[in-house]
Structure formats: structure tokens, C-alpha cells
């Protein structure tokens, strides 16, 4: 019994002594392993859900300057023709100009090339813009352009640019690629401008203790200059709302001190306007039935133009007729015979424009569609009398400024062999320009052909519309 009990004891012995070995071989592993054993239970980055950078992100990251981390920079990306506008150039706003580029993505720029051949435009001189993704913000914004996958890049100094591809697949490959670049610069050394030399951000910490003493002994000036960086882009956000409400208050103030249209109009500084007036309010500004204007033009036609091949077909010169507009809404007195209107072209032309600027037509919206039931009539004199009786129905500016001006077309027909102007011809230039209908419901051509005939039926019978028979 006592050898049974010493040969157990050695047994009991060993099994707690092999346990003690194999748990320091275990614990013998090299230290590689072990720091393999303990990543594997912390959350990778790229299992993170990934979320849309904001401007409180970008802050963040801005705080972060001096923390730890070392991530890689992402790959390049470079080849594809995107749209790019420039609307701000560092906080000052710039017309919205679309422009395509080639785009090239390093590690913490994005280049943007006038021609694709980047080594052509180099040695040429080529322009290059470069856009510094440190600190930038990037966001997708579909209500600052009417084209589709637009998004935004905003720097560190204030320039925004907007980018868009056609293809909503290269777009987002882009904004992907470009918003990975915008967090992994945060990360990177920070560049001294106008400098090849990098800033350690992390000389303080392990691993960096081969830096030289010149190194260290400026790592608080770089820190107060990375400090300063960053307060001064806190401040520059936080006063962007700050900004916009004074811009505000300043508009209002101006808005309330600026003369009314009244005022201005008795200093003389804005008078009233003849040409887009409408023909009620002319009339009686001027105190007559028909415009002065369209009396003038008629006079003048009347004396020089009756036998001039083509008139009211020949177009005048666009640019004396405005002149011609400008100064009949800015002076009272206005001269036909003088030689600048030598050209009686200019003179039907301004008179067209004239009737074709009148807020409502001269035959008024609502006669449109009656007159165009009117001239489908068969019977000859029952279509007189339903067109004259609509005539007769309108205002009276409109009534006696149609009365003379169709008088005066009848005066133009009597010398058609001359001027080669037929009844047809004139209701194709006029049937347009003095009426149309108030809603366009597509039917243009539709429409045309009866402005033409109602306006040529006039003129056919307008001495027994008008009673130019009568005395």
C-alpha cells in the first residue's frame, strides 16, 4: 500500500507540472503573434459603416490634427472627363462656367487638366488647376445646378468647386475616390506651403525618437502653427451664418431707404415708357384715342414709303430700330425726317415691334377666339357684320387705332404694283403682330392661319367695318 501511494504521487505531480510547461511554451510566443491575436478583436476601419462627411466631421478631423493615426493615402485615379464649375475662388462668389476637364486624383490633390495628354500641357504651359483636399469638404448638391450627379468640393480656403459626369456610375466612383482622399489626408503629414518639407505630426509619440534636436526643438512653433490653422478655420465656419445675416440686414436697410417709382419719376430720373405699355394706360397718359407714336410712324410712311418695293416685308436694320425704341421711351419730341430715319424700313419696323410688345394684343385676348369663329361663317355679308360687330364691342383706343391703321394698309394696297405688297402678304405680316391668343395650347400653326385671314378679311372690308364711306 505505501509503494502503491509513493508511485501515485509522482503521477499527481506531473500532470499540474506538464500543464505549467505547456502554459509557458504558450506564453514563450513571440510577441508578433500575440499583437496578430489582439487586432483580430478590434474593429477594422473599413468595417465601419461609412457615412457622408459633414462640416462638423471636417472640424473634428481638424481637432484630431495631433492624435494618432497612420493611414495609408488612397490609390490615384486619373482619365476621366468631368464637368467642372469654379463658383468660388477663396470665398468669392464667380459666374457658374462649365468647363470639361480630365481629372487626376493623387494622394491629397485633385488635378484637373484642360487636354488629356497631361505631359503635352505641361511642356506647353498648359493650365492645371489644383485643388488641396486637406481639410475639404465634399457633398452631393443637386439644387446648385440643373444637371444631374453634381456634387461639391469646398477647401480649406474657402473655393468651391462643382463637379458632374453624365454617368451616374463615374460620378460616384469620383465622389468615392475623392471623399476616401479627403479622410485620409487629415492623417498625412501636413505639408508647409511654398515647401517640399513635411511637419511631423507625431514626432511626440513612439517609434520617433531617431528625429534630430533641430526637429524637436521646432515641433512647438509647427504645433502653435497647426493650432492657429485650426482656430482660424473654427472661426471662419462659425461666422458664415454670422456673415449671411448682416449681408441680410444690409439688403433690407438699402431696400427700405431706396426711392419709390413715384418719386423717381417726378426727378425725371425714370420716365414712362411708350414701347410694352399697354394701350389703355398710353392713350390716356397721352390724353388721345390713338398713340402718338404709332400716328408718327404712319405720317412718315405715308410721305416717303407707299411706293418702296417690299414695304412691311423688308426688315430694317435691328440695331437703329432699338436705337430709334430707346429714344421714344426716353424723349418726348421725336422726328422722323430726320436723316438718321432716312430708312422708311426702320420706321415699319419699329412700328411692328410696337404692336408686338403691347402687354395685351391689339385685338384683346378675349376677341380671339370669337373673331376666329366669325370668319368661319359662309355667308359673305353675315361675316361683315359678326367681325364689326366685335370690333365695334372694343375699347375705343383699340377702335380707332385699329380704324386708322387698317385705313392706312388700304392706302399701301392701292399702290401694290409699285410696292408688290398684296392683301395676302400683308395679313402674313400683320395677322401675327396684332393678335394671338392669351394660352398657346400648341397649336401655333393652327392659330397662324387664322390670324392671317381674320387680319386680310379686315382689310378687304374694311371700308364697310370701319365706315370709311360715310362722312
Known amino acids: 500500500m505505501a509503494g502503491s501511494r509513493i508511485t501515485a504521487k509522482p503521477a499527481l505531480l506531473m500532470e499540474p507540472l506538464q500543464g505549467a510547461v505547456q502554459m509557458r511554451m504558450k506564453s514563450s510566443q513571440s510577441s508578433g503573434e500575440r499583437l496578430s491575436q489582439s ?24 481637432h484630431n490634427v495631433l492624435g ?186 438699402f431696400i427700405i431707404r431706396r426711392p419709390s417709382m413715384k418719386t423717381l419719376q417726378e426727378k425725371g430720373l425714370i420716365k414712362d415708357r411708350v414701347f410694352g405699355c399697354h394701350l389703355l394706360t398710353l392713350c390716356e397718359r397721352e390724353g388721345s384715342t390713338v398713340p402718338r407714336f404709332v400716328q408718327l410712324c404712319l405720317n412718315a410712311i405715308e410721305k416717303r414709303g407707299l411706293e418702296v418695293d417690299g414695304i412691311y416685308r423688308v426688315s430694317g436694320n435691328l440695331a437703329t430700330i432699338q436705337k430709334l425704341r430707346f429714344v421714344v421711351d426716353q424723349e418726348e419730341a421725336l422726328d422722323l425726317d430726320q436723316s438718321q430715319w432716312e430708312d422708311v424700313h426702320v420706321v415699319t419696323g419699329a412700328l411692328k415691334m410696337f404692336f408686338r410688345e403691347l402687354p395685351e394684343p391689339l385685338f384683346p385676348f378675349r376677341s380671339f377666339q370669337p373673331l376666329v369663329e366669325a370668319i368661319k361663317i359662309k355667308e359673305p355679308g353675315q361675316k361683315v357684320q359678326a367681325v364689326k360687330k366685335l370690333i365695334q364691342d372694343l375699347p375705343k383706343p383699340n377702335q380707332d387705332t385699329m380704324k386708322l391703321l387698317f385705313t392706312h394698309l388700304h392706302r399701301v394696297l392701292g399702290f401694290s404694283r409699285k410696292n408688290l405688297m398684296s392683301t395676302q402678304g400683308i395679313g402674313i405680316v400683320f395677322g401675327p403682330t396684332l393678335m394671338w391668343p392669351e394660352l398657346d395650347a400648341g397649336n401655333m400653326a393652327f392659330n397662324m392661319v387664322y390670324q392671317n385671314q381674320i387680319v386680310e378679311f379686315i382689310l378687304i372690308e374694311s371700308p364697310e367695318i370701319f365706315n370709311l364711306d360715310r362722312k
Open 68 to 253: 494618432v493615426g497612420g493611414a495609408e493615402p488612397p490609390g490615384e485615379m486619373k482619365g476621366d472627363l468631368l464637368n467642372v464649375a469654379k463658383i468660388s475662388d477663396s470665398g468669392k462668389k464667380q459666374r457658374k462656367n462649365w468647363t470639361g476637364m480630365w481629372s487626376e486624383l493623387t494622394s491629397d490633390q485633385l488635378l484637373l487638366h484642360k487636354e488629356k495628354q497631361q505631359e503635352a500641357v505641361m511642356k506647353a504651359g498648359g493650365k492645371t488647376d489644383v485643388v488641396q483636399l486637406c481639410g475639404a469638404l465634399i457633398e452631393w448638391t443637386p439644387e446648385k445646378s440643373s444637371r444631374k450627379n453634381v456634387f461639391q468640393i469646398t477647401t480649406n480656403t474657402g473655393s468651391e468647386y462643382l463637379l458632374q459626369a453624365d454617368s451616374q456610375s463615374t460620378a460616384s466612383k469620383w465622389f468615392g475616390a475623392i471623399r476616401k482622399t479627403v479622410d485620409s489626408s487629415s492623417k498625412l503629414p501636413l505639408r508647409r506651403s511654398n515647401s517640399t518639407e513635411f511637419l511631423p505630426r507625431h514626432s511626440s509619440l513612439p517609434g520617433h525618437g531617431s528625429t534630430s534636436s533641430n526637429t524637436k526643438q521646432r515641433n512647438p512653433v509647427h504645433r502653435r502653427s497647426i493650432n492657429m490653422f485650426v482656430s482660424s478655420k473654427l472661426k471662419h465656419s462659425a461666422s458664415d451664418s454670422a456673415d449671411k445675416s448682416g449681408v441680410k440686414n444690409r439688403l433690407k436697410k
Open 39 to 62: 487586432r483580430s478583436m478590434v474593429l477594422q476601419e473599413s468595417d465601419l459603416p461609412q457615412t457622408a462627411i459633414s462640416r462638423h466631421r471636417r472640424n473634428q478631423s481638424q
